[in-house]
């Protein structure tokens, strides 16, 4: 971040970033970053759907923002529209909240997500997706060799709720995961686990007992289609 602001600064270029992922999990120094924007979004951080924040940067040369929204000329005719207040309240307790514990909550998560992955592990065929690290705490992603990936999604959701994708961009394999260099139906079988601030160990041991149970029968019924 602070290598590509640093680049865009000194040719005039303003930076934008999206840290909706970011905020609440990992330091961000707005003083030191070279970020002109920055994005936020509350629900990402425990708070409310619906509500989010950028960030501007003042010193300096202003951004020439302009308005999307047109109406009564609210936040300096920027965005016309009468401002969700519980919403926005929500927003700043949620941040509030995620600041105060921030590095207890991030190494507790990882600790879970360690678990999980050990356990994972221990199943045939199961490849994690990008780095170890860096990667944000309560992030898991890994593809589930052999099985067919609807059928996947489809007998995790009585039990857990997962992702295949982008929330932004869903319907298709994460072209993110095939640029990584899996391919379209390796992308497809798998699974993206997000853990939060309600994430317990015991859920973790009942998604890990459940996919346990399932992923032995997907495969052998993917076999016998093939087959058939």
Same mark, same amino acid.
């Given at each position: ?12 270029? +303003?930076?934008? @970033?999206?840290? *909706? ?19 936020? @979004? ?5 708070? $409310? ?9 003042? &010193? ?16 300096? !005719?920027? =965005?016309? !529209?009468?401002? *969700?207040? $519980? ?31 050990? &356990? ?14 860096? =990667? ?6 890994? @593809? ?6 609807? &059928? ?29 260099? =899996? ?9 993206? +686990? ?5 994430? @317990?160990?015991? &859920? ?25």
């Amino acid at each position: 971040m602070a290598a590509i602001g640093s680049i865009c600064r000194a040719r005039g270029i +303003f930076f934008h @970033t999206d840290a *909706a992922q970011a905020v609440g999990k990992v330091p961000l120094d707005m003083q030191a970053l070279p970020v002109d924007l920055l994005s936020l @979004t509350a629900h990402k951080v425990g708070g $409310p759907k619906g509500v989010g924040a950028l960030f501007v940067r003042q &010193e300096g040369v202003r951004v020439p923002l302009v308005p999307q929204i047109h109406g009564g000329g609210q936040e300096r !005719g920027w =965005r016309g !529209g009468t401002l *969700a207040v $519980p919403l926005l309240v929500g927003l700043g307790a949620a941040l509030t909240l995620a600041a105060a514990d921030r590095d207890q909550e991030q190494a507790r998560l990882l600790a879970l997500r360690t678990q999980l992955w050990q &356990e994972l592990q221990k199943l045939d065929d199961v490849l994690l997706n990008g780095a170890w690290s860096p =990667r944000l705490a309560g992030n898991l992603n890994v @593809t589930f060799l052999g099985v067919n990936g609807a &059928e996947l999604h489809r007998h995790l959701q009585p039990v857990v709720a997962v992702s295949s994708g982008s929330a932004c961009s869903t319907g298709q394999p994460s072209h993110v995961l095939q640029a990584l260099g =899996r391919s379209a139906a390796e992308a497809a079988s798998s699974v993206r +686990f997000g853990l939060g601030r309600g994430t @317990t160990e015991a &859920e973790i041991r009942q998604v890990v007992s459940h996919i346990q149970d399932i992923l032995p029968r997907l495969r052998q019924k993917r076999v016998q289609k093939i087959y058939t």
